[in-house]
T-cell receptor, first 112, second 113 residues
Framework: DQQVKQNSPSLSVQEGRISILNCDYT??????FLWYKKYPAEGPTFLIS?????DKNEDGRFTVFLNKSAKHLSLHIVPSQPGDSAVYFC???????????FGTGTRLQVML | NAGVTQTPKFQVLKTGQSMTLQCAQD?????MYWYRQDPGMGLRLIYY???????DKGEVPNGYNVSRLNKREFSLRLESAAPSQTSVYFC????????????FGNGTRLTVT
């Protein structure tokens, strides 16, 4: 049972435009959410996170939105740059649990 | 600053062979993890160690064993490799259980023939 779902395997966006990556979850106990970025032949790197007590968190060009009632989060990248081309994973955890549950990833391609 | 170091980077095994994947972190983190990444499956947790001296099963522990050797090192052992264990393995560490992002190594690509 996939508790964290990324339904779009891939996304192409023009440089300078907004990229919106989506993630849905089924476990209502999740209260902390993260986005990771992964380049080929490298490990995932942490990008941005959000606690369930917030509905938005910004860090430079990256903003994560959380809609708890819909069990949905999204990552907005504005403006998109060619270096943003990577696979993006969303992840979630509950309380003080150590374990992170990951989605299947979305490959973002930013075109010149 | 090395962060999380995994060895080896690549490995090819025959079915039934054993091997140990090594992982070390230099960030003084308490928690360490082993994930595997397969196409279309995302990252799945194999085992984790919330703190030195403890280990727990994750989502897909069958066929694996782990050892938290000390605070820095967390190894993953395949006792009898199977083709289904062909995957990319990632080790990660975090400072603590809550609101601490995981820091990943660059992975070990394992092929079992």
């Amino acid at each position: 049972d996939q508790q964290v779902k990324q339904n779009s395997p891939s996304l192409s966006v023009q440089e300078g435009r907004i990229s919106i990556l989506n993630c849905d979850y089924t476990n209502s106990m999740f209260d902390y959410f993260l986005w990771y970025k992964k380049y080929p032949a490298e490990g995932p790197t942490f990008l941005i996170s959000i606690s369930s007590i917030k509905d938005k968190n910004e860090d430079g060009r990256f903003t994560v939105f959380l809609n708890k009632s819909a069990k949905h989060l999204s990552l907005h990248i504005v403006p998109s740059q060619p270096g943003d081309s990577a696979v993006y994973f969303c992840a979630a955890k509950t309380g003080t649990a150590s374990k992170l549950t990951f989605g299947t990833g979305t490959r973002l391609q930013v075109m010149l | 600053n090395a962060g999380v170091t995994q060895t080896p980077k690549f490995q090819v095994l025959k079915t039934g062979q054993s091997m140990t994947l090594q992982c070390a972190q230099d960030m003084n983190h308490n928690s360490m993890y082993w994930y595997r990444q397969d196409p279309g499956m995302g990252l799945r947790l194999i085992y984790y160690s919330a703190s030195e001296g403890t280990t727990d099963k994750g989502e897909v522990p069958n066929g694996y064993n782990v050892s938290r050797l000390n605070k820095r090192e967390f190894s993953l052992r395949l006792e009898s490799a199977a083709p289904s264990q062909t995957s990319v393995y990632f080790c990660a560490s975090s400072a603590g259980p809550y609101k601490s992002p995981l820091h990943f190594g660059n992975g070990t690509r394992l092929t079992v023939t």
